[in-house]
């Protein structure tokens, strides 16, 4: 099986993370690192490991008819949301780690709480930079550490309760990646600098409990491996514990994610 294979998903998990996923975690995320890149008219803008396109659709909504976007994923479902909402950008499935583009083809090339599920991270951050014209903007997202979110935290201790301590590695590879030092060293092993490091203290918000359990579990490996009790008792249980998070309109769990960016200099000769 290659490696763009056992990355697939269905279209119906596609959609459900444009429905679900987008609104409640990665719709308040794009914004800022579309700001931190300084996008702006004008520019050529790649949305790496794009997902259903957020990132690729707030730049392009940020430079209007002015510029040019695009975005890649290595998930063909994710790729066939991405052109139903916005048929007009381009879409393209390809690998983080090889990106089909020539040297410096880019002004910003920026990469959304995805990092952290990318086998090779310094390859990956090393092709942005390849991709990324002289003077240009490399900027990633990605959750921080799972010591720093209370509610999630939460919600893996009872799912490792429950479900045992392989419920540990299935749930935390998407809070893998939050050390700022291992990030900057990424980055400046890429011959990125003038870095700018910031941590943002966002919220995830969920119509219920019941909902934050579900968007997590079945959007893990963990849904596949668990028995309906299991995921029974890790439900009910969540709802006493996760009991502080919750107001009128459903649940507002912190989430606290780091923001980074870097330049590529001027006269940088592209490292493959």
Do not use: K
Not at 52 to 62: L, Q
Not at 77 to 97: H, N
Request: glycine fraction near 10%; include cysteine; charged fraction near 25%.
């Amino acid at each position: 099986m290659t490696e763009t294979e056992t990355y697939q998903i269905s279209l119906e998990a596609a959609e459900v993370y444009e429905s679900r996923f987008v609104p409640a975690i990665f719709a308040e995320w794009a914004p800022l690192l579309v700001d931190s890149a300084a996008v702006r008219a004008g520019q050529a803008v790649l949305d790496v490991a794009c997902g259903t396109g957020i990132v690729a659709r707030t730049a392009a909504d940020r430079m209007g008819d002015d510029g040019a976007v695009v975005g890649l994923d290595l998930n063909e479902a994710m790729l066939t949301v991405a052109r139903r909402i916005r048929p007009d950008l381009r879409w393209q499935q390809g690998d983080a780690a090889d990106l089909p583009f020539p040297d410096r083809a880019f002004d910003v090339a920026l990469c959304q709480m995805s990092l952290m599920f990318m086998p090779d991270r310094a390859r990956a951050v090393a092709e942005l930079a390849r991709v990324t014209r002289a003077g240009g903007t490399v900027g990633i997202v990605v959750p921080a550490g799972i010591t720093e979110q209370p509610a999630y935290r939460r919600l893996v201790d009872v799912a490792v309760d429950e479900a045992g301590p392989d419920a540990a590695s299935l749930l935390d590879a998407y809070w893998s990646c939050g050390d700022l030092g291992e990030l900057r060293s990424l980055f400046t092993a890429a011959g990125l600098h003038d870095l700018d490091l910031r941590t943002h203290l966002g919220t995830a918000r969920f119509g219920s409990v019941d909902e934050m359990v579900a968007t997590e579990v079945e959007g893990s490996p963990l849904g596949g491996r668990i028995d309906d009790a299991t995921y029974g008792r890790i439900r009910e249980r969540a709802r006493s514990e996760l009991a502080e998070f919750e107001n009128p309109d459903g649940v507002a769990a912190p989430l606290r994610g780091h923001v980074v960016v870097g330049h590529v200099a001027h006269g940088a000769t592209p490292d493959r």
